[in-house]
């Protein structure tokens, strides 16, 4: 059985985005931009992130990942087996 929210919400959110915003969006919308007025960073591919760094991290990201793959599968072949 389904919960009533698991229904409601998604129906009002469908709502709101379909009819909703389309008409008080251009109420709001100045003061969304008051509050976002930055522009994203864009990374060129020439910078301090790139290169040795970024790939130490990546080693080390994927290293982290090996360990606790195999920590989980030592923990797995521990188990008692009937």
């Given at each position: ?20 915003e389309p008409i008080i969006y ?10 976002w007025t930055k522009k994203a ?9 790139t290169g040795a760094g970024s ?28």
């Open positions: 059985m389904v919960c009533i929210p698991c229904i409601v919400i998604p129906v009002l959110l469908w709502v709101y985005k379909r009819f909703l251009p109420f709001i919308s100045p003061f969304i931009s008051r509050f960073v864009q990374e060129t591919g020439t910078g301090a992130g790939a130490t991290c990546k080693a080390e990201c994927n290293g982290n990942a090996n360990v606790s793959a195999a920590n989980g599968s030592a923990t797995a072949s521990d188990k008692k087996k009937d």
